[in-house]
Antibody, heavy 121, light 110 residues
Framework: QLQLQESGPGLVKPSETLSLTCTVSGGSISSSSYYWGWIRQPPGKGLEWIGSIYYSGSTYYNPSLKSRVTISVDTSKNQFSLKLSSVTAADTAVYYCARYGGNGRNAFDIWGQGTMVTVSS | QSALTQPASVSGSPGQSITISCTGTSSDVGGYNYVSWYQQHPGKAPKLMIY???KRPSGISNRFSGSKSGNTASLTISGLQAEDEADYYCSSYTSSSTWVFGGGTKLTVL
């Protein structure tokens, strides 16, 4: 059974770069037709799609975050990563990684448990 | 890109049916049958309930159903149960090759 697990610092200073990793277990990140994505949720607010990477390496970003976001894949470690630069308090949120396109479903069908990231000095 | 529009809250009594709407544009909801719905209980990760507008993953109760008309998608929950109380989010693929979520709807079971 495929599982996703986010990891990374829980506290990041303003203006620095937030870096998170999502480890995929129970399956290969290189499997065809999957997108691997990052979604975040500020405290008490709704979900916001950050970006996704296709198994081939093509990336897609939320236009509002595009200038600050980089998503990459490390197939040797079965992981994909998020980097968000120049963070501010507005980037404080629970960050989720998720799979899109599994089993032919056009949806985020498997999610990690989420990791809270606080931006504060 | 703008978030899809959902009502902030809906409520219903046990056994009743409720419908949550999700309004977008012809560039997202109206343009693709790639609308999905997620249930989120407090402190938990979202859970996929409906994909491709109206399909249910295995294990999801048939009390949950989805539909779409024009630029508006809908999630209907019939036979409301206490455990259905949660936040619900819609999502759609867009013509810009991006994804967008709705603002979320809090369902209260009275």
């Amino acid at each position: 059974q495929l599982q996703l697990q986010e990891s990374g610092p829980g506290l990041v200073k303003p203006s620095e770069t937030l870096s998170l990793t999502c480890t995929v277990s129970g399956g290969s990140i290189s499997s065809s037709s999957y997108y691997w994505g990052w979604i975040r949720q500020p405290p008490g607010k709704g979900l916001e799609w950050i970006g996704s990477i296709y198994y081939s390496g093509s990336t897609y970003y939320n236009p509002s975050l595009k200038s600050r976001v980089t998503i990459s894949v490390d197939t040797s470690k079965n992981q994909f990563s998020l980097k968000l630069s120049s963070v501010t308090a507005a980037d404080t949120a629970v960050y989720y990684c998720a799979r899109y396109g599994g089993n032919g479903r056009n949806a985020f069908d498997i999610w990690g448990q989420g990791t809270m990231v606080t931006v504060s000095s | 890109q703008s978030a899809l529009t959902q009502p902030a809250s809906v409520s219903g009594s046990p056994g009743q049916s409720i419908t949550i709407s999700c309004t977008g544009t012809s560039s997202d909801v109206g343009g693709y049958n790639y609308v999905s719905w997620y249930q989120q209980h407090p402190g938990k990760a979202p859970k996929l309930m409906i994909y491709d507008v109206s399909k249910r993953p295995s294990g999801i109760s048939n009390r949950f159903s989805g539909s779409k008309s024009g630029n508006t998608a809908s999630l209907t929950i019939s036979g409301l149960q206490a455990e259905d109380e949660a936040d619900y989010y819609c999502s759609s693929y867009t013509s810009s090759s991006t994804w967008v979520f709705g603002g979320g709807t809090k369902l209260t079971v009275l």
